[in-house]
Structures are given as C-alpha cells and as structure tokens.
C-alpha cells in the first residue's frame, strides 16, 4: 500500500498539472484581450499637429492640421472634397473665392479677407497658410462658402467631416465593451463604449458588426453586446446659400459665323462675307490678340464696323485670342496671376462698352495643364463684369478628350453664357495621317460629351467651312487647308471620283500621282447636313461656323433652314 500512494499521487500531480495546463490554454482561447491598439500608428499619424480625416464613415487618405486649435485642409482636399472653386494665385501669395457678383480676396499668411466692393474683415484666425509648398486654408474659412460640418477630436487628432446627411442605422451599446480594431475578441482594443452609449452602423457580420462610435472611431463590436438598430435622418447643414449663376441667354437659334480680320482694312469685308448668307444673327470678328504677358492686347475694333452689324440686326461678339504668340506667350504668367487677369478683364469691358460689342468670345487655345485653374478663374471672373453689363460671355474649346479636361466645361457651363465646341481638327496640319477634319463620330462625341457636363442649351457646335487636301509620300504626310469651292475645284482639275462614305458622313476622294498619294474628305453641303442633324438631336444652343469667305453659297440654305427649326 505504501507503494501504491506515491504513484497515486504523482499520477494526481499530473492529471493537476495536466488541467491546468488545459485551463489556461483554454482561458487563453477564450478570453478577451485586453492589448490596446497604438491609435497613432491606427489613425497613420505621422506628425504632432497631423488629424486623420473621417469623411462620412470611412477614413480618407488625406490629413488635416490643427495649428493653434484651427483646423485646416490643404488646397487638394478642399478641392477634391468641399468647393472647387477657392482659387490660389502662388504668384501674388493670395486665395481667391469668386461668385457671381463678387471677388473675395485673401493675402495668404492673414486674417483678412476683402471684397471687390471694398470690404474688409478680420475672422480672428490665418485664414491660409502655407507648410513648405503646400497651402492649408481654414475649415471654418471654407464652410463661409460651403456645406458641412466638422468636429475636431483629440489624443489622437481626428476630424470628423460630413458633407451629405443620409438616413443611417445606430444601436445603443447595451453592456461596457470594447471597440475593436477587429472581429474578434483577441483584436487590439481601440476604445472603450459604455452601455448607453450610441455607435453607428456600418456593416453587420454574423457575431460581430463594424460600427462607428460618436467620437469617431471605427472597428467592431460583438453583437450581443447592441441593441435593436434603430434609423436616424441626420439634419443637413444648410448655412450657406448657394448663391445663383445667371446667364444671358437668347431666345432664338445662335447661328455664329466668325469673320477673320487681320488688319484695320479687314473690317471694310463685312458686308462682302455676309453677302451670300442666311440665317446668319451672330458675327464674330477677331479683333483682339494677347501680347506679351501683363495682360495687354492689340485691337483691330472698328466702331463702324458694329453699327453696320447692327444695322443688319445681328450681334457682335468680338473674339480674343492667343492664337498669333500661342508659342510665345506665358499664358501661365497671363492667367494665374491675380493682377494680370484684373488688368485683362478691365481692358476687355472697357474697350466691349467703349465699342457697343453685344458680347465677348474667349479663344485660349494651346494652354498648358498648369495654366488650366487660371483659365477658368479668369471665366469666372470676367463673368462679373459680363453678367452686370449685358454682355454675353461664351468660350471656345476642344472637343472633350481625357487630356484637355483641364479647361473644366462644367464649370465653363455654370459662369459662362455659351459654350462653344470647335468641332473640327479632328486631323489637323500636324497629323501623323490623313483623314478627315471633322467626321461625324468626332462630331457626335464632341457633343454628347459636351452636354453631359453642359446644359445643352448652353452648348454651341462650330462646323469648319474647309477641307484638307492630303498628300502622303512615303512616310512624310503633308496637307493643305482649301475653302469648299476651291476643294471642288481641286476635284475637277484632278478627275477625281468621289464617293459617299458611311463612316465619316463625307464624300471622299482620292488618286495616285507619282510617289505621292492623295486623298480628300470633303465638307460640303452633304456632310453639313449631317452634322445639322446632330445638333438638332442634342437639341443644343446653335451652330458656329469657321470661318465666313470659305464657304460655298449652297450650304446657307441648310443652316437657314436648321436655325428657323424646319
């Protein structure tokens, strides 16, 4: 018996052993972790004054700073999430918000902002700032002129943003837990949430749902430890009017023929290109050209020239350009400026009132992705003075592509009056092939896409009155811009057959001499006609034509007959 007890014991050790063993993997399994998160490296905090930033109920890529308890959003943010149109001029060292009827003003580095009627005031903080090459502009500065709320929270720095207010689901926490980073009780703990306390609703799992507490953080919590989930309609923040764009409209079909002039003896051309027209209520004479880069520009405008027009009952709205030094000019330096575009807009509505011009037409082709803000804060800017006068503000552009989304025809749309699409150079002097100026998909496109960012009674399509005449040799393509006459007469003098060809909508040419092969894609009356028929589809403002004198006398008939609505 004696020697039975020890081994009798030493199996009790064991088995003891044993479970305990058991027990504290067990517990280990299935007890809560009480290991909490390192909330700056959760949030990705980097530096002291850094605030993550929660837009709705997710945490975005970008950060806030908060600098002497003052929020601020770098210029991106403020752009990609609040208002696009705070402008900052890097040259002068200002922000800029414009509206319909004023200009407003901030030297960058203060806590004052003015009006272009002359009013000032100081908000009590730097309403921007810059860190480095950045530039950060006060939240309670951008709310002045946009929807939202915010609510700055500490240790560690988090804002919470909101800038729609939706029904969302909430449950009331029902027994102390956590929040954790995960599903899961071995998650790192994130914060604590009392019972009574409410967490929004994000995402429902099958022991677990993602919520967002009141104080903005974001993980999970068992569901039995929330209540029934109730809906909640938020109240929107409404503290900002939003003021109204007006426009001058007209109640008739535009149709816009742009006269070139080159030289003061140019204007005495009027009544020769109008000759044969019909239909025509709109002219346009390119009188201005930028020169140099402080907003100067010469002038062919003839006083004479607009009586006449008017006399004839049509409007006169005089085109600017850069076309002549588009090579030369800074047109950075010209629009991005804050003092070269005031210069600019002033000279523009004193020499349209000095000269009685029904309107402007603002031609900036060519310009650099950098210049693209600028562009569009000098639209926004010379609408002002448009919009007080009577004057009517329309803007060329390029058919939409992806590359030249930069001169912002949404906004364009908004601001301006008319939105006028060159609809042509579809191939151009500088094409690494022939083909045609102006096809009728490229046609089509310009317009669809148009109209999906601009009211299409807004939007303007510009036909070309020319034709290319194109030579390839060998690996060298070269072509010559001919007038709808003269590229019949090239047909004839040459015997060349043409054809209708369904993918273009253009009669199409074409003959070998030598090494050189020929081709030509006509516009004429045909494909006009098609084109026509387009814009009566989109239901669009009118048409445009470049340039009067190139055109053949037939073609009036089918824009008279497209502007009387038949």
């Known amino acids: 018996m004696k020697k039975i007890i020890p081994v009798i014991v ?15 993997k067990l517990i280990e399994k299935y007890s809560y972790s009480k290991e909490r998160a390192d909330l700056e490296a959760y949030f990705g905090l980097m530096e002291e004054d850094d605030a993550a930033i929660i837009m709705q109920d997710a945490q975005v890529e970008e950060y806030a700073k908060i600098w002497d308890g003052v929020c601020y959003f770098d210029f991106a943010t403020v752009h990609k999430y609040f208002n696009d149109r705070f402008y900052e001029d890097k040259l002068e060292s200002l922000l800029i918000y414009t509206t319909p009827d004023s200009i407003i003003r901030s030297e960058i580095g203060t806590s004052v902002y003015s009006t272009s009627a002359g009013d000032a005031k100081d908000v009590g903080y730097v309403i921007a700032r810059y ?18 709320s915010y609510k700055v929270f500490g240790e560690p720095y988090r804002v919470q ?20 980073y995960q599903g899961g009780i071995k998650s790192e703990i994130l914060t604590d949430v009392a019972a009574g306390d409410s967490v929004i609703i ?10 967002k507490t009141r104080d903005s953080y974001i993980g999970y919590v068992e569901n039995k430890r929330l209540s029934e989930k109730y809906s909640e309609n938020p109240v929107p923040v409404t503290d900002y009017a939003e003021p109204e764009y007006t426009s001058i409209a007209r109640d008739h079909t535009i149709n816009l023929g742009w006269h070139a002039i080159y030289s003061m003896a140019g204007n005495d051309t009027l009544n020769e290109v109008l000759m044969t027209t019909q239909g025509i209520n709109t002219i346009s004479p390119t009188w201005f050209i930028l020169t140099g880069s402080q907003g100067d520009f010469t002038s062919l405008a003839s006083k004479e020239y607009v009586n006449a027009a008017h006399e004839r009952g049509l409007e006169v709205w005089a085109l600017i350009s850069n076309i002549t030094d588009a090579e030369t000019l800074d047109m950075y330096e010209i629009l991005s400026r804050t003092s070269v575009r005031t210069r600019l807009i002033d000279n523009l509505i004193a020499t349209a009132l000095e000269y009685d011009l029904d309107g402007l037409n603002i031609d900036f082709e060519n310009i650099g992705v950098d210049a693209g803000e600028g562009f569009i804060e000098f639209i926004r800017e010379l609408s002002i003075p448009c919009r007080a006068n009577g004057i009517v503000l329309s803007v060329d552009n390029y058919v939409p592509m992806g590359y030249n989304n930069y001169y912002h025809r949404k906004e364009q ?28 998909n490229f046609v089509e496109n310009g317009i669809a896409n148009t109209v999906a960012e601009v009211p299409p009674e807004k939007v303007i399509n510009a036909v070309p009155f020319y034709t290319r005449i194109w030579e390839t040799n060998g690996t060298t393509v070269t072509s010559q811009v001919v007038g709808m006459d003269m590229a019949q007469e090239y047909i004839r003098n040459h015997g060349i057959v043409t054809s209708w060809d369904e993918e273009t909508c253009q009669n199409y040419g074409e003959y070998q001499s030598g090494n050189s092969y020929y081709q030509v894609w006509l516009e004429d009356v045909e494909s006009l ?9 989109y239901n669009i403002a009118g048409v445009a034509e470049w340039r009067l004198g190139l055109e053949s006398p037939i073609v009036w008939d089918a824009i008279a007959e497209y502007v009387n609505g038949n």
């Open 131 to 148: 860190e480095g090459d950045v530039l950060y502009v006060a939240a309670d500065y951008i709310k002045k002129y946009t929807n939202f």
């Open 161 to 180: 943003v909101y800038t729609e207010w939706n029904e969302r689901q909430a449950a009331d926490i029902i027994k102390d837990t956590q929040v954790r």
């Open 202 to 211: 994000l995402e429902e799992m099958e022991n677990w749902t993602k919520v």
């Open 10 to 24: 030493a199996i009790v050790l064991i088995l003891v052993v044993a479970a305990a063993g058991l027990g504290a």
């Open 413 to 440: 749309g908004v601001v301006a009056d008319y939105v006028i699409i060159m609809g042509y150079d579809e191939h151009h002097g500088n094409s690494e092939e022939a083909g045609s100026v102006a096809s009728i």
């Open 529 to 537: 006609k098609v084109k026509l028929n387009i814009m009566k589809k």
